[in-house]
């Protein structure tokens, strides 16, 4: 399976994938294309993370989405389909093979419309972006000892009632323990302690997958206190 929790019971884990509903034939087929071609599967977000997603996306009412990390394209087909007819989705990788997989899934979903692809160093994509409400929706899945840069460029793009997302942050339950078993532990830890003590934001990490914290702004407008 992709990317199941290592925290949870498999059992669970196995059961909470069974029960996302995603009614996206693609999405099944992606992950066995991913499967075989590639040992990475493992980064490929879960069903049930997929589902939820979706559903955040739906719920805040994103029109418009960034994505920074694609691997072959799930996660950015369980956003885009989310999105209203004539949202938009930026997606920010580094990997032209990868992505050229998710471009082909994207092709056949009939989603080509509202995804643009941006190949290279995300915190470029990222720093050539302009200021000000550009999204209403993020989600940050990519290197992780840039994770507090993503972060930090994209508060201040945020539209009012936006939410961001990001995936790994308890790195298989690690970052709670008191051993320090890598260097990835250390990079989270860092990441959660970020955010918890940014004034601009609300936080919550859920224990899907391997940990996705949901931020808000503090106060409507993500605006940067004086
Ligand atoms: C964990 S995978 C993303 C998985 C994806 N969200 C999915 O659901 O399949 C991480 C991705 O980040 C990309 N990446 C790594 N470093 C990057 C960087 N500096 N800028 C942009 N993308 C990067 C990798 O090429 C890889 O595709």
Same mark, same amino acid.
């Given at each position: 399976m992709a990317h199941a929790s290592a925290f949870l019971d498999p059992r669970i884990s196995a059961y909470l994938a069974a029960h996302a509903k995603l009614s996206d034939p693609l999405l099944a087929e992606l992950v066995d294309e991913t499967r075989l071609t590639y040992p990475? *599967?493992?980064m490929q977000i879960s069903p049930d993370e997929g589902a939820l997603l979706r559903l955040l996306v739906r719920l805040c009412g994103a029109g418009r989405a960034i994505e920074v990390g694609t691997f072959t394209g799930y996660s950015s087909l369980c956003i885009a389909r989310a999105l209203p007819p004539g949202g938009r989705l930026l997606c920010c990788d580094v990997n032209e093979e990868w992505t050229s997989m998710a471009r082909r899934y994207w092709e056949r979903a009939g989603l080509t419309d509202r995804i643009e692809l941006r190949l290279g160093p995300a915190l470029e994509t990222l720093a050539r972006l302009p200021m000000g409400? *550009?999204?209403?929706f993020a989600f940050i899945d990519a290197e992780k000892t840039e994770y507090i840069a993503y972060y930090d460029a994209l508060v201040p793009r945020m539209a009012t009632g936006g939410l961001m997302a990001v995936d790994n942050v308890l790195h298989r339950g690690w970052v709670a323990g008191t051993a320090e078993p890598d260097e990835r532990t250390h990079l989270m830890r860092e990441f959660n302690e970020h955010v918890l003590v940014d004034p601009r934001t609300e936080s919550v990490i859920v224990p899907i997958a391997d940990g996705l914290t949901l931020i808000t702004a503090a106060e409507p407008g993500w605006r940067t206190p004086d």
């Open positions: 990475e *599967l493992h409400p *550009l999204f209403d």
